[in-house]
């Protein structure tokens, strides 16, 4: 019978306030791998972004220290390195393991907050409330969703927890498990996400709330932990100050800061109704949160709710809800000192930077309602009330944001150049051409296709001499395509055969000549026509009206001998080209440049 009887029993007890022990540990797995999953199916209809694609070329060079250590914008991120290596390593280019790692990261995560609500509380309904509130809460779906938040910041999440529950094995005497993995856990956080590093105040705040003796000796009892975290701070420290390459920034002004202050404490304000609800797409598909003045309202009345609870009831709870406070106010002042010349207030509504904040605010929010004394006929009704209210708001902050997350172009591009390129054969000649504006941003440092592709191994020739390049479109196909000519070199006719002669080692300098209205400035290609009687290589340079020069990438393969060929060049860095300059180091060279043409690819026809 008690076979029989034990699943429905038991899950009755989870209900009404007796669960088992293992029950509770079953339903918390339960919900990281439900939840994981779903948020795994959602995350399918979406695909790279930009920072995505950058990453992984970069990934592409492999697990060297200097490449794993190369800045991230400002950032010193040895850890997101690796992981984007691994992908460029085990499957280029495939959403769907990206996705399988993250439900992976996430379903982690979610069991360690649950394991931890349990050593915290026992056995208790709350620790159920607790795991759903920090597995549902919008603040970390939007960083799941984008591929490299997640990076940054699933890590920060697993391995801050794994610091959380090092702190508790400290404190209950198993000293040498909590040194074993608890500094090793904060130096893999902070190689992810040097912003994860907050979860030390949370860590400090738990420390204090299980603390079951004076605060002198528990002083005394910290210090030897304390001594173990600095280790991996200071380690890390030193690797960031060394190789880091900060911009100089500042913060904005006083009335400007306690602006950004507003916006930021709406965000947790916002979390705690189930928001933010709504959310502004600016470059589909990435989206911000814009939650409405009455999703902070009612967010700010249950916080005070719960802190006048905290205040009456547990008061030691307060110390999660100052670890809240802290990470908002070093959040505002770090962000916005190295963000906010560039974004603007973006970072108050771009969930990248809140996205850990889910754990101190899930331990605040449990560790105060559990002292919520549920009296009278009513009391449990309002209870599930309230959390079904809060779980409404969520889906609908869930539904609003997947409306757009869909619509990314990069996965139709990427399938149509891969399919066209196979369709083609590995002969097929190209031009350099960037790839479009809606999936690669101007912010990128290197828009060019060719990367991406040399990543995939996928054959082809780069601008290879012969007739024009074909030029990959903005749907991804493949286009016969020509140079559209802005400009042609000019040189005076001083020898009757060829008009642009080089022999042996030697620089010329031309000017050029419009053939537009107007010079603009752009990222050029050039065509060169010539013949030679055997292989030379030139360099090609482009020249403003002020002396500014840009080299042109060389051609992988050397000018072939011919009696009349083309070789391409390109794209330069952004020029308003007004002469040109070529250049050979090699004493045997003889060849004729024909025609030197100054343009942009354009489909033909």
Not at 154 to 165: D, I, Y
Not at 337 to 344: K, S
Not at 405 to 419: H, L
Request: one cysteine or more.
């Amino acid at each position: 019978m008690r076979g029989i009887e034990s699943v429905p029993a038991r899950l009755a007890k989870v209900v009404h306030g007796a669960p088992d022990s293992a029950v509770l540990r079953t339903v918390v797995l339960v919900i990281a791998v439900v939840q994981a999953g779903l948020l795994g199916l959602l995350a399918r209809r979406g695909s790279w972004l930009s920072d995505d694609i950058d990453f992984l070329v970069q990934g592409d060079r492999g697990f060297a220290p200097a490449e794993l250590l190369t800045p991230v914008n400002d950032h010193i991120a040895p850890g997101l390195r690796f992981v984007y290596a691994m992908f460029a390593t085990v499957a280029p280019l495939n959403w769907d393991v990206t996705v399988v790692w993250r439900v992976l990261m996430q379903a982690v995560a979610i069991a360690l907050m649950g394991m931890l609500l349990i050593r915290l509380l026992g056995r208790s309904r709350w620790i159920v409330a607790g795991t759903l509130l920090y597995a549902l809460t919008p603040l970390s779906m939007p960083s799941f969703m984008s591929l490299s938040s997640a990076v940054n910041n699933l890590p920060a999440h697993v391995f801050g927890l794994l610091l959380l529950h090092a702190t508790l094995d400290w404190y209950a005497g198993n000293r040498r498990r909590a040194v074993a993995y608890g500094p090793l856990s904060l130096l893999i956080s902070l190689a992810c996400w040097e912003k994860s590093g907050l979860i030390i105040f949370t860590a400090v705040a738990l420390a204090l709330y299980v603390r079951d003796r004076p605060i002198r000796q528990w002083f005394r009892q910290s210090i030897a932990y304390a001594a173990a975290l600095i280790v991996p701070v200071v380690a890390f420290g030193i690797v960031w100050l060394t190789h880091q390459k900060a911009s100089s920034q500042q913060l904005p002004g006083f009335g400007k800061l306690l602006d950004l202050g507003g916006q930021s404490f709406a965000v947790p304000l916002g979390a705690l109704a189930g928001g933010p609800w709504h959310w502004i797409t600016f470059a589909a598909p990435f989206s911000t949160a814009a939650a409405p003045p009455i999703a902070v309202l009612l967010g700010g009345i249950v916080a005070v709710f719960l802190l006048a609870v905290a205040w009456r009831q547990d008061r030691r709870a307060l110390l999660l809800w100052a670890s809240i406070l802290i990470y908002v106010l070093v959040t505002l002042f770090l962000v916005a000192y190295g963000r906010f010349a560039a974004f603007g207030d973006t970072f108050t509504i771009h969930y990248h930077y809140w996205s850990d904040l889910s754990i101190p605010l899930t331990l605040a929010v449990v560790l105060t309602a559990k002292s919520l004394q549920l009296k009278g006929i009513l009391a449990p009704s309002i209870a599930w009330c309230c959390l079904l209210a809060w779980t409404a708001g969520v889906v609908v902050s869930d539904a609003n944001f997947a409306k757009a997350w869909g619509d990314n172009p990069s996965r139709p591009y990427f399938d149509n150049v891969t399919a066209e390129l196979d369709k083609a054969g590995p002969s097929v000649n190209l031009w350099d051409s960037p790839m479009p504006a809606d999936v690669v941003t101007l912010l990128s440092p290197d828009r060019r296709l060719s990367p991406v592709l040399r990543m995939l191994g996928v054959p082809f020739r780069l601008q290879g001499p012969g007739s024009d390049p074909y030029f990959v479109d903005e749907t991804g196909h493949l286009k016969p395509s020509h140079l559209a000519v802005w400009s042609r070199a000019g040189a005076p006719k001083k020898n009757p055969i060829c008009d642009m002669p080089m022999s042996g080692a030697a620089s010329l300098t031309f000017p050029l000549r419009p053939t537009q209205s107007e010079l603009i400035e752009a990222e050029w290609f050039v065509k060169a026509g010539y013949f030679a009687d055997h292989e030379s290589r030139l360099r090609i340079e482009l020249l403003d009206a002020s002396g500014r020069t840009v080299a042109l990438p060389e051609p992988a393969a050397s000018w072939p001998a011919s009696n009349g060929s083309s070789m391409y060049f390109g794209p330069s860095a952004r020029i308003l080209a007004t002469s040109i300059r070529l250049t050979t180091t090699d004493p045997e060279t003889n060849l004729c440049i024909t025609d030197l043409e100054i343009g942009l690819p354009v489909v033909t026809g």
